[in-house]
């Protein structure tokens, strides 16, 4: 069992936008601003594009944006591109004892 | 820039201890942090440890007992032993770069590991 919550699926049809949620704690989300968010296709490496919660890396497109409310954290693609479907992990800072906690993913399907 | 590449053997025999090493190239390993992280087929992200230029490190509590992380600054690399195999750490193995928080930014491409007799 992942320490954080995400839906294990989510979908949306091309030029749609599309949440994506991410709850834990006040230990972890709630407590701090260092919730980052990780796409992931088949066989590659989970590729950051969310940092310090709303914060995109450089040549991450503006359709990602980043947002959290009290313990939960969420990640919205607008602009739905088929290059979008993957999986999807957030995680977040979980203080000096555990360091850092992941959610256990979600499925992103273009329709 | 710098890229991660994790080199290893494929297969470990159960009570086995897994050993991984992760070569950082296109840059100084002496400067960041550097973690494991764990993805077992079809499942989620586990965050294993990690280990600053000083060596340093910081292990997840629920594989603390096992788990060992080394860096060697002369070589560029660092490197992950996980006693006591089971199936259960059969997994793709990453090595990644933690910034700006637990952001981890760069990552290496991953290697299986299976634990099987």
């Known amino acids: 069992q992942s320490a954080l919550t995400q839906p294990p699926s989510a979908s949306g049809s091309p030029g749609q936008s599309v949440t994506i949620s991410c709850t834990g704690t006040?230990?972890?989300?709630?407590?701090?601003?260092?919730v980052s968010w990780y796409q992931q296709h088949p066989g590659k490496a989970p590729k950051l594009m969310i940092y310090?919660?709303?914060k995109r890396p450089s040549g991450v497109p503006d359709r990602f944006s980043g947002s959290k409310s009290d313990n939960t954290a969420s990640l919205t693609v607008s602009g739905l591109q088929a290059e979008d479907e993957a999986d999807y992990y957030c995680?977040?800072?979980?203080?000096?004892?555990?360091?850092?906690?992941f959610g256990g993913g979600t499925k992103l399907t273009v329709l | 820039q710098v890229q991660l590449q994790e080199s290893g053997p494929g297969l470990v025999k159960p009570s086995e201890t897994l050993s991984l090493t992760c070569t950082v190239s296109?840059?100084?390993?002496?400067?960041?942090?550097w973690s494991w992280i764990r993805q077992p087929p079809g499942k989620g992200l586990e965050w294993i440890g990690y280990?600053?230029?000083?060596?340093?490190?910081k292990y997840n509590p629920s594989l603390e007992s096992r788990v060992t992380i080394s860096i060697d600054t002369s070589k560029n690399q660092f490197s992950l032993k996980l006693s006591s195999g089971t199936a259960a750490d059969t997994a793709v193995y990453y090595c990644?770069?933690?910034?700006?928080?637990?952001?981890?930014?760069?990552w290496g491409q991953g290697t299986m590991v299976t634990v099987s007799s």
């Open positions: 280990i600053d230029y000083s060596g340093n490190s």
């Open positions: 995680n977040s800072y979980a203080g000096s004892n555990n360091y850092v906690v």
């Open positions: 990644a770069r933690p910034s700006m928080g637990p952001a981890f930014d760069i």
């Open positions: 296109g840059g100084s390993i002496s400067t960041d942090y």
């Open positions: 310090e919660v709303s």
């Open positions: 006040s230990s972890d989300v709630g407590g701090y601003n260092y």
